[in-house]
C-alpha cells in the first residue's frame, strides 16, 4: 500500500499497563507526526519529526509519552502507565519534507481505549 | 498560547444548499491556514492550503476559503452542497516563526447534507 499505515487498529488496556502504538509512512516521506484526537475534540498536536532533527515534543502532555522514530521511517509512540484520560484516537500522518507546504498524509489512527 | 475556534459543532442542511464553515485562531503574527475534511470511514485529507498571496484560496471538490487577517478568520464556503459532502471539517493553525512543524486543530464541524 501506498498510504500511512498503523497499528494495531484497536487497543484496549488497563490503567496502569504500558502500549507501543506504530506508524509506517509513507515511503520517502522525511516527516512524521503524530496527533490524538479524544472524542468531540479537534487534534491535539504531540509530536513532529524532520529528518535528522531533534524533534519537536512540545505537544507530548506528559512524561509518560515518548516516541522514536527509527531509521527516519518506522515510528513508535509510547505511552507508560496508562490512564483513562489517555483514550483517544492516535493519529499519525507524514510528508514528503516537512516543508509546510507540504501536504501530510494521515493514517487510518489507532483507537486506544483505556480501562 | 494560539487557539482555533471552529463556531458550528453541527451543521445540517439540504442538497444545493449553501455553506460556509467559521474558523478563527487567536495569533498575531505570521499563520499558514488549513482545512481538513474526514469522511465517514476515511481518513484525514487535505481539502486546501494558505500560505500567501491571493487570499481567497480554491481546494478541491469545489470549496474555497478565504483569509481575512483583521478578523483573523479562515472560513470554508461551497456555494452548492452534495450529499457527498457529508463529512467532519478541521480547520488548522501552523505558526511557523513558534514551531515550524506544530499545528493546531480546531474540534471540527460535522456537516450532514440532506438529500
Known amino acids: 500500500g501506498a498510504g500511512v499505515s498503523q497499528s494495531p487498529s484497536n487497543k484496549v488496556t488497563e490503567k496502569g499497563k504500558d502500549v507501543e502504538l506504530r506508524c509506517d509512512p509513507i515511503?520517502?516521506?522525511?516527516?512524521l507526526y503524530w496527533y490524538r484526537q479524544s472524542l468531540g475534540q479537534g487534534l491535539e498536536f504531540l509530536i513532529y519529526f524532520q529528518g535528522n532533527s531533534a524533534p519537536d515534543k512540545s505537544g507530548l502532555p506528559s512524561d509518560r509519552f515518548s516516541a522514536e522514530r527509527t531509521g527516519g521511517s518506522v515510528s513508535t509512540l509510547t505511552i507508560q502507565r496508562t490512564q483513562q484520560e489517555d483514550s483517544a484516537v492516535y493519529l499519525c500522518a507524514s510528508s514528503f519534507t516537512g516543508a509546510l507546504i507540504d501536504t501530510q498524509y494521515f493514517g487510518p489512527g489507532t483507537r486506544l481505549t483505556v480501562l | 498560547a494560539q487557539s482555533v475556534s471552529q463556531h458550528n459543532h453541527h451543521v445540517i442542511l439540504s442538497e444545493a444548499a449553501s455553506l460556509e464553515l467559521g474558523c478563527n485562531y487567536s495569533?498575531?503574527?505570521?499563520?499558514?491556514l488549513f482545512w481538513y475534511v474526514q469522511y465517514p470511514g476515511q481518513h484525514l485529507q487535505l481539502l486546501l492550503k494558505?500560505?500567501?498571496?491571493?487570499?481567497l484560496v480554491k481546494g478541491i471538490k469545489g470549496f474555497e476559503a478565504e483569509f481575512i487577517k483583521s478578523k483573523f478568520s479562515f472560513n470554508l464556503r461551497k456555494p452548492s452542497v452534495q450529499w457527498s459532502d457529508t463529512a467532519e471539517y478541521f480547520c488548522?493553525?501552523?505558526?511557523?516563526?513558534?514551531?515550524?512543524?506544530?499545528?493546531?486543530f480546531g474540534a471540527g464541524t460535522q456537516v450532514v447534507v440532506t438529500p
Open positions: 495569533y498575531g503574527g505570521t499563520v499558514n
Open positions: 515511503s520517502g516521506h522525511t516527516a
Open positions: 488548522a493553525v501552523n505558526t511557523p516563526t513558534d514551531s515550524w512543524g506544530k499545528f493546531q
Open positions: 494558505y500560505f500567501s498571496g491571493d487570499p
